[in-house]
């Protein structure tokens, strides 16, 4: 089977084809310009792909009710020229085939559920700290939707103690996303955060945020998988850090052997790697085709 997959993310969209398997056998990306420039790349290349199904994992937020009218749009985004467009129904146009359409997150947290790092469980929380913070939900095997997607990004935390940043969430700013995504790092260090040494400060205080939120999410959904990924997880001593924050904020009281004896492998990174998002839309199209 030839299933579509679109990464549709806010800074570059990601287009490939795979298998029912989650091998992605080709693939291309383009930065994110225009709605109308950006899906004729996205028509373009599906063109003489020969798909049987598509998925899309879309930055948002997005309008996932079926009984909407706004549904498959991209709704408020501040991303100029985004703002309530109607990205599924102008790919369905071009292709008639099954489309599957999810958030970029909880797609990701499907794709991992499918073939990576929750294989096998019917839940996971999937988290990207990148440009943004994005969580991703999925619990007794299904995305959480609900009253529109899950914000997790936008959860607020308690401060750090020597942290007097503002936050640049321009909606709340001190929020998780406003003190922990990559543009928070870099503008409290002044420079990237791929430029910070290993042992510099910014980490013990980036695992304090994310250790806060995660450590919510355990409490909120008691998910079997936690799973980092995004840009600035690429900072692997976070991983240990983020941990010892989880079980300090946790202090013993959800008994459960994944956190209190093997936290190393409940906490973890995508196992589809750079590749969740993509496996994800992939994992939405193969559902899609399936009829799920
Ligand atoms: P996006 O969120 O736009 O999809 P990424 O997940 O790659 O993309 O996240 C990009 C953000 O992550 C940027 O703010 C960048 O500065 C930050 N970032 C990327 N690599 C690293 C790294 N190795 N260490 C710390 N921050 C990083
Ligand atoms: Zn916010």
């Known amino acids: 089977m030839r299933i579509g997959a679109i990464e549709a993310g806010g800074t570059k969209f990601v287009c490939g084809v795979g298998n029912e398997e989650g091998i992605i056998e080709d693939r291309v990306s383009f930065p994110t310009e225009q709605p109308e420039q950006t899906t004729k790349n996205v028509i373009a290349y599906f063109q003489d792909k020969g798909v049987e199904a598509i998925g899309v994992g879309s930055f948002g937020p997005i309008d996932l009710d079926p009984t909407s009218p706004l549904y498959g749009y991209v709704t408020t985004t501040p991303k100029p020229g985004w703002a309530n467009y109607p990205l599924l129904s102008t790919l369905k146009e071009a292709f008639d085939v099954p489309f599957g359409w999810d958030t970029d997150v909880n797609a990701a947290a499907f794709g991992e559920a499918t073939w990576g790092a929750a294989k096998g469980l019917d ?54 996303e406003g003190m922990a995504a990559g543009p928070a790092l870099e503008k409290r260090w002044k420079v990237k955060g791929s430029e910070l040494t290993v042992d510099h400060p910014a980490w013990t205080i980036e695992a304090f945020y994310i250790g806060q939120a995660v450590a ?36 013993g009281y959800v008994s459960a052997k994944a956190i209190l004896e093997d936290i190393d492998s409940y906490i973890v990174s995508p196992g589809l790697g750079d590749n969740a998002g993509l496996c994800g839309a992939l994992a939405l199209g193969l559902a899609a085709a399936q009829g799920k």
Request: proline fraction near 6%; charged fraction near 20%; charge should be neutral.
């Open 216 to 251: 919510s999410a355990i409490l909120m959904l008691s998910p079997k998988k936690i799973i980092l990924g995004g840009g600035v997880m690429h900072q692997e001593q976070l991983f240990p850090m983020i941990r010892a924050e989880v079980k300090k904020n946790l202090n």
């Open 123 to 176: 839940s996971c929380v999937y988290y990207t700290i990148g440009t943004g913070v994005g969580v991703g939900v999925y619990t007794e095997g299904k995305m959480v939707h609900g009253l529109v997607h899950p914000e997790g990004g936008h959860v607020l935390t308690r401060r750090h103690p020597e942290d007097d940043f503002a936050g640049v969430c321009p909606y709340h700013g001190d929020c998780l």
